[in-house]
């Protein structure tokens, strides 16, 4: 089983329709992260997470909303989706400030 | 502000021939790390490389090897005698041990690299 687990990892949506993309990890880390993947544009960071308690914003926060329930889960909202969010999403986790992401397969999102 | 500029787009060569991935980034820390990851058509990211600043060491990892020039920002990547298998896109990240660090990656455009048979 991947480490870090994404659900759905492939969803078509309408305009205006609520979303969650959800992610549990089994790395025992506390930091964790939501990316989003154009092309062309690589990955941005839309919302990250040192624990619990401590939820920030990333670069592209916007249209989007997250809940971390659990040290190893970290869910990330649309609460009303359209189309230019159709992407590619990445949850990733870390330990420390110097450590690599370890990345979730991916969930594809298309938004009509 | 922190930035990676991955400039070749896309790049398409021979299987056997050696090929070069640039990656230029900006910083106002001093000490940071650099990563290379790997992007296959399935989609996954996989970890490559991480190399931190204070180690100019260049790497070599069977047919990869990294070289890393602070005097120049720059942490390019070469895949020697190329194989169809390495064709996917290829990403540069950076992250800062700063008094703004949070850990987060910045990312790169990516390079596209196609392997033809």
């Known amino acids: 089983d991947a480490d870090v687990t994404q659900t759905p990892r492939n969803r078509i949506t309408k305009t205006g329709k609520r979303i969650m993309l959800e992610c549990s990890q089994t790395k025992g880390h506390d930091r964790m992260y939501w990316y989003r993947q154009d092309p062309g544009l690589g990955l941005r960071l839309i919302y990250y997470?040192?624990?619990?308690?401590?939820?920030n914003k990333g670069e592209i926060s916007d249209g989007y909303s997250v809940s971390r329930q659990a040290q190893a889960k970290f869910s990330l909202s649309l609460e009303s989706a359209i189309p230019n969010q159709t992407a590619l999403y990445f949850c990733?986790?870390?330990?420390?400030?110097?450590?690599?992401?370890?990345f979730g397969e991916g969930s594809r999102l298309t938004v009509l | 502000a922190q930035k990676v500029t991955q400039a070749q787009t896309e790049i398409s060569v021979v299987e056997k021939e050696d090929v070069t991935l640039d990656c230029v980034y900006e910083t106002r820390d001093t000490t940071y790390y650099l990563f290379w990851y790997k992007q296959p058509p399935s989609g996954e990211l996989v970890f490559l490389i991480r190399?931190?600043?204070?180690?100019?060491q260049n790497e070599i990892s069977g047919r990869y090897s990294w070289n890393f020039q602070k005097s120049t920002s720059s942490f390019n990547f070469t895949i020697t005698a190329s194989q169809v298998v390495d064709s996917a896109v290829y990403f540069c990240?950076?992250?800062?041990?700063?008094?703004?660090?949070?850990?987060?990656?910045?990312f790169g455009q990516g390079t596209t690299l196609q392997v033809k048979p």
């Open positions: 990733a986790t870390k330990t420390g400030y110097s450590g690599e992401l370890f």
């Open positions: 997470s040192f624990d619990v308690k401590d939820i």
């Open positions: 990240a950076l992250t800062s041990y700063g008094s703004s660090n949070t850990g987060k990656l910045i």
């Open positions: 190399r931190n600043s204070f180690d100019e």
